[in-house]
């Protein structure tokens, strides 16, 4: 049930003639899909997400927590209750890329400054499109590296700038964040050391992949 009169994100996820949809504030399905998704198609992704990072039309929920263990990991205080599409398309990416481990970059769609502490509204252009520039950067310095798939070692990457997550200001130091993730990087490897051995065992044809990201607009019954 939406809170506010406004837009929503869903993105289809076509692979050999079956798809995979995400409904607008459909964030547990979002998290589903973080292993189904390679290196190139989480590229695709973004490719489709980045337009909507200038959208500042307002989403049509309200700011809440959503990623596993957050009360234990995230911010517990925030006064922001809307946000834009192009927080709501970030956030979007986050999920899908890392799963429950995004909790370590975002639990809320809230993005805050760094020097002087405050929220960013969701409509302050000029600031949400500092953190949009990131995610571009991001994005063009993953295409130009040559490896199976993103780490959760990638998310760190996103901590830089003069804009972050709000859970950013509450998190762990690195000492205990960085060890964790190690770990999963240690599993993510082994997990691709056996898909390219199946890989190997049985050849198969290349399936159809496609992902579209469209904007439905629904309004709040009165």
């Known amino acids: 049930m939406q809170d506010f009169d406004g837009y929503g994100l869903k993105v289809i996820l076509i692979n050999n ?19 189904k998704l390679n290196k190139d198609k989480k590229i695709k992704v973004l490719e489709e997400m980045m337009p909507y990072f200038d959208d500042y039309s307002l989403c049509g929920y309200r700011v809440k927590m959503y990623s596993p263990f957050a009360v234990l990991y995230g911010a517990k205080k925030h006064t922001n209750k809307k946000y834009s599409i192009a927080i709501e398309s970030m956030y979007l990416i986050n999920l899908m890329f890392y799963g429950e481990y995004a909790r370590y970059l975002s639990n809320f769609q809230v993005l805050i400054n760094k020097y002087d502490k405050n929220e960013v509204e969701f409509n302050d252009s000029l600031n949400i499109s500092k953190m949009a520039d990131l995610y571009r950067k991001w994005y063009k310095s993953k295409i130009s590296i040559q490896k199976s798939n993103f780490s959760v070692l990638d998310l760190l990457d996103l901590y830089r700038g003069p804009i972050g997550w709000l859970d950013m200001e509450y998190m762990p130091d690195f000492g205990e964040i960085i060890p964790p993730l190690i770990g999963l990087v240690d599993l993510e490897q082994r997990r ?31």
Request: aromatic letters at 8%; proline letters at 6%; hydrophobic letters at 25%.
């Open 17 to 35: 003639h079956k798809s995979d949809t995400i409904n607008p504030g459909n964030y547990s399905k979002a998290i589903s899909l973080v292993y």
């Open 192 to 222: 691709n050391e056996e898909e390219k051995r199946e890989e190997s065992m049985f050849r198969t044809i290349k399936p159809r992949e496609d992902i579209q990201v469209i904007k439905p607009q629904f309004k709040v019954k009165k």
